[in-house]
């Protein structure tokens, strides 16, 4: 009855697995046929690559090119997706919580059952190639690789049923040394980043070495796949160093990697096909601390002892007892078990222990029998300390007593446990848990006070901040005083009038006052008459008319740039208007001072020297106003303008030069009120008056209150010969009162006549066309 129930169950489970592998390859039928252009892109390959390795992830690629409808293109995005999960997870937590092995059973599923059940389906269509056969092997080759961290860690995760998956520990700390950055790799960090990146490395490889540590609690009443005090085979000396991760930053091991040891392992080399730079890397990392199976071959013993001799006398290694090649070689470190057995003793009495672990008494086979045991090892109890002194050989260091010789070191890198800095090392660390998925922060130094010292410190920094007050005090005292520079300068110049003092101001002493706003005025056109609608006094203007604040003048500009020609005086002014009169619109830059930018004595000149606004100023004006008319009358005499031309006053006092037309007369001239319009050819007592041709040029660059008479010729009254007279037989003292004088007083005369030198009739000028500067046909006139 019992074997025939044990049959039944048997032929029951071999038909449900028929069964479940009979609607395995039915669900995956239509997903596994591949559609027209499924190969592994570049992308694809790149995630395979990050999960199982190049080699793997190339022979990929040749697979999905070399069949037709087998979907490889499934299988290889379904092993990238899930390493990813499981790296990701990881990354973000490198120790201190346990892992669902769902991940990790799916991914060892795929590569064990689903690429099987993929050949056989392919296979039956005739698509399956010899690279897909080498991808099925690869992967199952990976799962059981030594260097696969993730293969690793995964079978420490679900080893399968009876733990025939379960790595050793010389499987994780070659994963370690493969997958992360250690000693090779590691002279790309800084040292604050090399120094967190050990502590990672330390701290994950302590806490999967217990696989308990990895795996969830089970259910109630379930026992748990692994015990407390279960480590990874060969695990046991290295779980004895307990690892802390608040203290790992003071690992005296992990410092002198990262001061010493990981700029000068890119110089080791492979030997004899040896790859010496990962197999030192894993002995340093891991071999020295107990791990079995991490062994140093003797072909890379010379590199080893070479990269620490050439290091021992650089600054930065100084205190970590690197030894000299005669030394590391002596120390066989490719065939001890123990690296420095020579810290502890022997343990009995009388018996020395050589490096190769043979053991002999001192009373029967005398000091030299470990000579042919590759030296000496550990000293005997009542003798327990190894000088640093050789007594015989290159292996045979004298034992003594305590006391009576220096200790024989071992060097940091080599020391067979972890061993940590003082704790009164000024160094603080501001490392975060290694592990947690945070970065390194920041390092910094704290001060330690001795005890006691705060006395010596009350005495000592009064003292010298009272001498380094009575320096400065002393150096300011005797310190040179800077010779004041004058605000201002006198120069000595002159002209045609004898000579003059001109007292100029320090340079950069109205720099401030330079920096002022600069605006830019667009004019629509420049008529004949009063093109502006400005009073001014060389650049400035001080009046604004209509036409002005049409186009946005305001008392106190200064123009400083006419169609972007810079114009300095009021020559270059009115020359530049006639340039750009014949080409429209122009543009002016001009300085804006406001009203504040125009004084008291420029005002005066500007209204007619009447800045208190008295009945006589007035009279002045009124007067002007009947000699010269308004605009008003101007425009009820068709819009023409009369002739304009100065008083004979004026004449007589400009050197009795007859005037010229008033278009060559500069606009910026205050005082043009004074100006006389006489009637057309009147003879006045012998005097001939002459009209003048054009209006006024002060009215057409200023425009402001320039007018003229009705036309038509009109006898002079009694008063105008009278002051006709007057003027021709008047003194100069007769004008010093008039708005002309205070505008041009007497040492501007000879520009005045330079600027009224002009033909008289403008019938006389000569008429032709020209070209312009952009090639237009314009008329000119004289």
């Known amino acids: 009855g019992g074997s025939g129930r044990g049959e039944l169950k048997l032929m029951v489970l071999r038909q449900t697995s028929r069964t479940a592998r009979l609607l395995l390859v039915l669900s995956c039928w239509i997903c596994q046929l591949r559609p027209a252009g499924s190969v592994i892109d570049i992308y694809l390959e790149q995630r395979l690559t990050r999960a199982v390795g190049s080699k793997i992830a190339g022979e990929f690629v040749e697979c999905s090119a070399s069949v037709a409808v087998c979907n490889i293109h499934w299988l290889a995005r379904k092993i990238a997706t899930i390493a990813e999960e499981i790296l990701e997870d990881f990354d973000e937590y490198r120790y201190g919580r346990p892992f669902k092995p769902d991940d990790c059973t799916e991914l060892i599923s795929t590569i064990t059952t689903d690429v099987a059940a993929l050949r056989g389906l392919c296979a039956a269509t005739g698509n399956w190639s010899g690279q897909c056969t080498r991808v099925q092997n690869s992967l199952v080759e990976r799962l059981a690789d030594q260097t696969w961290e993730l293969g690793v860690a995964c079978r420490i995760i679900d080893p399968g049923p009876s733990k025939q998956l379960l790595p050793t520990c ?15 790799t590691c002279h790309n960090f800084n040292r604050s980043e090399c120094v967190q990146n050990f502590c990672n490395i330390y701290g994950q490889f302590h806490w999967r070495l217990r696989p308990r540590n990895l795996e969830e609690d089970p259910p109630a009443g379930v026992d748990p796949l692994f015990g407390d005090e279960f480590y990874l085979p060969g695990c046991p000396l290295m779980a004895e160093h307990s690892f802390d991760s608040e203290q790992c ?71 970590l007892n690197l030894p000299k090649m005669q030394d590391c070689t002596a120390m066989s470190l490719d065939q001890v078990e123990t690296t420095c057995p020579w810290l502890t003793d022997s343990g009995e009495d009388g018996v020395l222990e050589c490096l190769d672990g043979h053991r002999c008494r001192l009373d029967e086979e005398g000091w030299a029998c470990c000579e042919s045991h ?17 007594c015989s050989g290159i292996t045979e260091f004298c034992c003594e007593t305590k006391g009576r010789c220096t200790p024989r070191t071992c060097p940091t890198v080599l020391l067979p446990e972890v061993q940590y800095l003082p704790i009164t090392t000024t160094m603080t660390s501001t490392f975060p848990p290694p592990g947690s998925g945070k970065d390194f922060e920041e390092e910094g130094w704290s001060f330690r006070v001795q005890q006691g010292s705060w006395v010596w410190l009350l005495l000592v920094i009064p003292t010298l901040l009272l001498v380094a007050i009575l320096f400065l005090v002393i150096r300011i005292k005797n310190a ?18 004898g000579g003059f003092h001109r007292v100029r101001p320090k340079p950069g002493q109205f720099d401030a006052l330079r920096k002022r706003p ?19 006094l060389e650049t400035k203007v001080v009046r604004v008319h209509s036409l002005g604040e049409k186009w946005g003048f305001e008392v106190g500009d200064v123009i400083v740039e006419i169609g972007g020609v810079p114009v300095d005086t009021f020559e270059d002014l009115w020359a530049r208007i006639q340039v750009e009169r014949d080409r429209p ?10 009203a504040d930018g125009v004084d008291r004595d420029e005002l005066e000149v500007a209204n007619g020297g009447a800045s208190a606004g008295g009945k006589r100023a007035r009279s002045k004006r009124r007067g002007a106003s009947k000699i010269a008319p308004s605009e008003a009358a101007d425009e009820a005499a068709g819009g023409k303008g009369e002739e304009h031309s100065f008083s004979a006053s004026a004449k007589k006092w400009a050197g009795g030069s007859p005037m010229g037309s008033t278009a060559a007369l ?43 008479s009705p036309s038509g010729s009109v006898p002079p009254s009694p008063t105008q010969r009278r002051k006709v007279k007057e003027s021709e037989t008047g003194s100069r003292a007769d004008l010093t009162t008039t708005r002309f004088m205070r505008a041009y007083p007497e040492t501007a005369k000879s520009k005045l006549l330079r600027t009224m030198t002009k033909k008289r009739d403008p019938a006389d000028n000569d008429v032709r066309w020209v070209r312009d500067a952009w090639g237009r046909h314009v008329l000119r006139v004289g």
């Open 585 to 594: 619109p122009t543009k002016f830059l001009v300085e804006r001072l406001g």
């Open 249 to 319: 930053y003071l690992r005296e091991d992990v410092n002198a990697f990262c001061d010493c040891i990981c700029e000068a392992m890119p110089s080791v080399q492979f030997q004899n096909g040896w790859d010496c730079p990962v197999m030192i890397d894993q002995y340093l990392m891991f071999g020295r601390l107990g791990v079995e199976a991490i062994d140093l071959h003797r072909d890379c013993e010379p590199e080893l002892c070479s990269m620490l001799a050439r290091q021992a006398g650089r600054e930065q290694c100084a205190n």
């Open 666 to 708: 500069p606009s910026a001239m205050v005082g043009w009120e004074t100006w006389a319009t006489p009637p057309r050819k009147v003879d006045v007592e012998g005097i001939i008056v002459d009209p003048l041709s054009v209006a006024s040029p002060t009215a057409a660059a200023a425009g402001g209150g320039g007018s003229s």
């Open 170 to 184: 010389d499987d994780l700390a070659i994963a370690a040394v493969s997958g992360q950055d250690t000693l090779t």
């Open 480 to 497: 040179p005083q800077p010779v004041p520079e004058p605000a201002t300068k006198l120069e000595e110049e002159g002209d045609k009038l």
């Open 374 to 390: 590759l030296g000496r090892g550990r000293c005997p109890r009542d003798m327990p300390v190894m000088c640093d002194t050789l």
């Open 518 to 536: 600069v605006v830019s005025i667009e004019v629509g056109n420049l008529p004949e008459q009063r093109p502006l609608g400005l009073e001014l």
